[in-house]
């Protein structure tokens, strides 16, 4: 089936600096990938919706500046999470379609904290 | 509009019992409807999804869910608990047209007693 490898899967970083998350479709083009944020004991929230070659789309209440999304092969999405701050301590999902396949493939996500 | 409401957001059952997780939505046009496990610190895989053609839909590890269009349900069932099945379970809902985008519910935790 279909494979979406998400690196790192954890990852510890200080206040103030960037960390950058990948998401990868292994054997099948991703035309559009989802990233979700996910508190502890909480459900899923959409951030953003990215397709390839083009600007992301947010969710409200999501900053843009913050989360940095990139989507520049259909293989490929990367969120950066830039001036990282301890709130913004999270499990970070993401998600991958290519619209022919059967559903949505989700990475294993990503543990960030900062300190 | 579309949402989902999961009923419970921790079930408990004995080891070889039924599982029944409850999922009610809502939705202005005919939804897509989806069924999540997830293990600790892991992402999200697939039990099974509802896409407006059989009611009765069966999925992994032996789980299948039923729509209910008069119930807006759409429940998760197994007839015989393991105890690998102790995860949290999402419930969640989109459309045809924006079928990437899905709605989540708060999610239920299932523990399963020996």
């Known amino acids: 089936g279909a494979v979406v490898s998400q690196h790192p899967s954890w990852v510890i970083c200080k206040s103030g600096t960037s960390v950058k998350i990948e998401c990868r479709s292994l054997?099948?083009?991703?035309?559009?990938m989802f990233w979700y944020r996910q508190f502890p004991k909480q459900s899923l929230m959409l951030m953003a919706t990215s397709n390839e070659g083009s600007k992301a789309t947010y969710e409200q209440g999501v900053e843009k500046d913050k989360f940095l999304i990139n989507h520049a092969s259909l293989t490929l999405s990367t969120l950066t999470v830039t001036s990282a701050h301890p709130e913004d301590s999270s499990f970070y999902i993401c998600?991958?379609?290519?619209?022919?396949?059967?559903?949505?493939?989700f990475g294993n996500g990503t543990r960030l904290t900062v300190t | 509009a579309q949402s989902v409401t999961q009923l419970g957001s921790h079930v408990s059952v004995s080891e070889g019992a039924l599982v029944l997780l409850r999922c009610n939505y809502s939705?202005?046009?005919?939804?897509?409807l989806f069924w999540y496990v997830q293990y600790p610190n892991q992402g999200l895989q697939l039990l099974l999804k509802?896409?407006?053609?059989?009611?009765l839909v069966k999925g992994i590890n032996g789980f299948e869910a039923e729509f209910k269009k008069s119930e807006t349900s759409f429940h998760l069932t197994k007839p015989s608990a393991h105890m690998s099945d102790a995860a949290e379970y999402f419930c969640a809902v989109s459309d045809k047209r924006s079928q990437g985008n899905l709605i989540f519910g708060k999610g239920t935790k299932l523990s399963v007693k020996p």
């Open positions: 939705s202005s046009v005919p939804p897509y």
């Open positions: 054997d099948f083009q991703a035309t559009t």
């Open positions: 998600s991958a379609t290519d619209w022919d396949a059967n559903g949505l493939h």
């Open positions: 509802y896409t407006s053609a059989a009611t």
